[in-house]
């Protein structure tokens, strides 16, 4: 597999919606390296910490200075261009760490199935370590044709 993920799960509730979190990445993951071509010539790495409303707030707070709650958190490991130095040079690289909220995750997908808005969600983080921002419309336009791209090769 080219791309690999490490799931931790803090919060026991999320076995309640995702039976084997683990299990069910790295099968959308597998997908997702069928049709993506960056994914097929470099091995990526990241974590995914699956988290409840104390945790996301605390990592909020700390890293982000916003005492909040959140639906996700991203951290990448690389600014973009070392990242794309990286990329260029064909090597393993480790892209950072998301975190997701269940109790947010619950919420958003209110309007629509759970597993959805997961995806949704995961794949948000994932384009945030790859280096997407949506500060600017245009960046967000791109980083969202990026995302449908993604989320279409899951399905």
């Not at 799960?9 to 993951?29: A, F, G, S």
């Not at 639906?71 to 480790?94: Q, T, V």
Request: a positive charge.
């Amino acid at each position: 597999m080219m791309i690999k993920v490490d799931v931790l799960t803090n919060n026991k509730d999320w076995k309640i919606y995702i039976k084997n979190p683990t299990i069910y990445i790295k099968r959308k993951l597998i997908k997702v390296q069928k049709k993506i071509s960056l994914f097929k010539k470099i091995e990526f790495n990241f974590t995914l910490l699956l988290s409840g409303d104390k945790e996301i707030r605390k990592l909020n707070k700390k890293f982000r200075k916003k005492d909040k709650i959140t639906d996700i958190l991203s951290f990448p490991f690389h600014e973009k261009r070392k990242l794309n130095k990286l990329i260029s040079e064909k090597k393993n690289i480790y892209l950072g760490d998301i975190i997701i909220n269940l109790n947010k995750t619950i919420k958003q997908s209110e309007k629509q199935f759970f597993f959805i808005t997961f995806d949704k969600l995961w794949i948000h983080g994932l384009s945030h370590l790859l280096g997407y921002r949506h500060k600017l419309n245009r960046d967000y336009l791109i980083m969202q044709k990026f995302e449908n791209k993604i989320i279409k090769s899951t399905q």
